[in-house]
């Protein structure tokens, strides 16, 4: 079994939530000073105000920036191709289905239900008749099997891309039905809090131009006086 090595993490990326709780601590701390001032009535002055803007723009910010790119994430799965249907094999020979797959898809199926037939009648449902499995990657070699079972339940992923293969043989004299169920689907992550993160992040802008406005404005005022 090979051992998928952990994927490395950059010093920045790991102390980035650090960092922004380390900001938002301080925005909030300077949200707190600006309500204490203006509880007890302090003149404030443009530059304070820009300060207060470009603060409060930083949390907004950091925030829509940790919903993008650290808020926990959900896993989805995305079928592509899906086969269900119960299908009959003669006696000591095989049937096989093929389908389109994707490197890194993940194949899922089943076989089960068999019902051993003779003739134009069942003769037993829930038969312990055996079947072999095979799954054949686009080079033909098999990519899983199990042999001599009455039932098979699987779920691999793709190493290549191309068209798969499964094979099902019936070692019995009599023929066998069964239900058989094939589907190819991909696995992928989203974050549930990115839009609200872009959205912040949005809004951060004009609260920004407001602070570097504020305080330039005040800058020019001083040189004047």
Same mark, same amino acid.
């Given at each position: 079994m090979?051992?998928?090595?952990?994927?490395?993490? /950059?010093p920045?990326?790991?102390?980035?939530?650090l960092?922004?709780?380390?900001?938002?601590?301080?925005?909030?701390?300077g949200?707190?000073? !600006?309500?204490?001032l203006?509880?007890?009535?302090?003149?404030?002055?443009?530059? &304070?105000?820009?300060? &207060?803007a470009?603060?409060?723009?930083?949390?907004?910010?950091?925030?829509?920036l940790?919903? &993008? !790119?650290?808020?926990?994430?959900m896993?989805?799965?995305? /079928?592509?191709?899906?086969?269900?249907?119960?299908?009959?094999?003669?006696?000591?020979?095989?049937?096989?289905?093929?389908?389109?797959?994707?490197?890194?898809?993940?194949?899922?199926?089943?076989?089960?239900?068999?019902?051993?037939?003779?003739?134009?009648?069942?003769?037993?449902?829930?038969?312990?008749?055996?079947?072999?499995?095979?799954?054949?990657?686009?080079?033909?070699?098999?990519?899983?099997?199990?042999?001599?079972?009455?039932?098979? #339940?699987?779920?691999?992923?793709?190493?290549?891309?191309?068209? #798969?293969?499964?094979?099902?043989?019936?070692?019995?004299?009599?023929?066998?039905?069964?239900?058989?169920?094939?589907?190819?689907?991909?696995k992928g /992550?989203?974050?549930?809090?990115?839009?609200?993160?872009?959205?912040?992040?949005?809004?951060?802008?004009?609260?920004?131009? !407001?602070?570097?406005?504020?305080?330039?404005? #005040?800058?020019?005022?001083?040189?004047?006086?």
């Amino acid at each position: 079994m090979s051992i998928v090595q952990p994927a490395q993490v /950059t010093p920045l990326i790991a102390l980035l939530p650090l960092i922004i709780v380390v900001v938002v601590v301080i925005g909030i701390i300077g949200l707190v000073v !600006f309500g204490m001032l203006l509880s007890r009535r302090v003149t404030l002055t443009i530059k &304070m105000g820009g300060a &207060m803007a470009l603060t409060l723009a930083s949390i907004i910010l950091l925030s829509g920036l940790w919903c &993008m !790119f650290l808020s926990p994430t959900m896993t989805y799965s995305d /079928t592509r191709e899906s086969f269900y249907r119960q299908v009959s094999i003669g006696g000591s020979t095989s049937w096989s289905y093929s389908f389109s797959v994707q490197e890194g898809e993940t194949i899922d199926g089943s076989v089960d239900g068999i019902i051993t037939s003779n003739a134009s009648f069942y003769i037993s449902e829930n038969s312990t008749k055996t079947f072999s499995i095979y799954v054949y990657d686009p080079n033909n070699n098999i990519l899983w099997s199990q042999t001599d079972v009455t039932s098979a #339940h699987l779920s691999i992923k793709a190493l290549y891309s191309g068209v #798969h293969r499964i094979e099902i043989r019936n070692p019995n004299p009599q023929s066998i039905d069964c239900y058989v169920y094939v589907s190819v689907y991909t696995k992928g /992550t989203f974050r549930p809090l990115e839009p609200a993160g872009q959205w912040l992040s949005l809004i951060s802008l004009p609260i920004f131009g !407001f602070g570097i406005w504020a305080s330039g404005l #005040h800058t020019t005022l001083r040189k004047k006086a």
